[in-house]
């Protein structure tokens, strides 16, 4: 939900106009919103594989789990709906909200009780 809710944020701060807009060369090949930075896909994605990393730190999860949210940011540039600034900043944004959650729930929440490497 935090993910979400900051993507939706930093598009209405940074309004960017989508790939297919600024070079009608493009062909869109999917659905699209208003603004391109961040993107959104891949900033979720990218928070559910570094926290699922941290909570689960077993590489056969791990791997499969990378792969599909690198799958996922190439395929928001393959549609034509976002830059490659974009997807890195969804990568970059999702990354640190993956390991963020974590480490406030071990923080705040579980404090002594359990700790999360």
Known sequence: IMAAALSLTLKTIF??????VTYPDIVKLSV?????FPSGHTLEAFAV?????ILVPK??????????????????????????SDVLGGIIIGSFIGWLVPWLINKFY??????IS
């Not at 579980?110 to 700790?115: A, C, E, N, P, Y």
Request: no cysteine.
């Open 59 to 84: 590489r056969k999860i791990f791997i499969p789990l990378f792969i599909w949210a690198l799958v996922v940011a190439y395929s928001r540039m393959a549609l034509g709906v976002h830059y490659p």
């Open 49 to 53: 594989v570094v926290a699922f990393s």
């Open 110 to 115: 579980l404090s002594d009780k359990i700790r």
């Open 32 to 36: 699209a919103g208003n603004s391109s």
């Open 15 to 20: 309004v960017r106009e989508r790939p297919f």
